[in-house]
């Protein structure tokens, strides 16, 4: 696994879509700031050249193999790191980050790739996080609260796909994780990550 850095926080937000972690993750963010803490917001994909290709191909239903994917992703993650994880730590921010490789093992994990595989390939540059907060949620409610425009098959075929991206996101365990219910009142769930989060901080600046 890549050296943990000396300074600076890592907190990832992860879950199925709909799942309220990118709201969660702004809040957070917020919090730290009111609080006098230098934080700083990723996401992935990113918005660089792999992400927009991630985001241009997903557009095409079907475009890519499971494989393509995870290389995509992968490539995407590098850059995240060299680019902006890595400086951000070492300069001693608190680092908020809207997914990271736990969203490759459970998604591309979900369409068979193993997930031992995805994990080891990940952990030989990710930096490790201090806390990985996954929300859980109930696949049709977290389309429910993302969708609209969609036809009933696009739908069913989705949710069918998002059941197997929460069971392995569940089964994800370890000191770092918590898993927290995505169903619960947003300002609960802010609290309880707000809770495991200060755990983590140093001396306020
Ligand atoms: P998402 O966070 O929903 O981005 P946006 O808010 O810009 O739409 O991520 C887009 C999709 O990519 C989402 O369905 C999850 C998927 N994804 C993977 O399949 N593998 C990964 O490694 C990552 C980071 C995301």
Redesign the pocket.
């Given at each position: 696994m890549a050296r943990k850095l000396e300074r600076g926080v890592l907190v990832v937000l992860e879950g199925?879509?709909g799942s309220g972690?990118?709201t969660q993750a702004r809040a957070l963010l917020r919090r730290l700031r009111r609080r006098g803490y230098r934080a700083a917001f990723f996401?992935?994909?990113t918005r660089g050249r792999w992400g927009r290709e991630?985001?241009r191909l997903?557009a095409r239903a079907d475009s890519l193999t499971p494989e393509q994917?995870l290389d995509l992703?992968?490539r995407?993650?590098r850059e995240n790191v060299e680019r902006h994880l890595r400086p951000a730590l070492e300069a001693g921010r608190i680092v908020v980050l809207?997914?990271?490789?736990f969203?490759?093992i459970?998604?591309?994990g979900a369409k068979g790739i193993d997930t031992r595989r995805i994990r080891r390939m990940n952990e030989s540059f990710a930096v490790p996080p201090d806390l990985v907060v996954i929300l859980d949620v109930d696949p049709r409610q977290g389309l429910a609260r993302i969708e609209g425009r969609r036809t009933r098959d696009e739908l069913f075929e989705r949710e069918d796909y998002l059941v197997r991206v929460a069971e392995i996101f569940r089964g994800i365990e370890g000191r770092a994780f918590v898993h927290l219910d995505g169903r619960a009142d947003r300002r609960a769930v802010a609290r309880a990550i707000w809770e495991r989060v200060r755990a983590l901080l140093p001396p306020r600046p």
């Open positions: 199925i879509d972690k990118t996401r992935e994909p991630i985001k997903a994917e992703f992968v995407d993650r809207d997914r990271y490789y969203s490759t459970a998604y591309q």
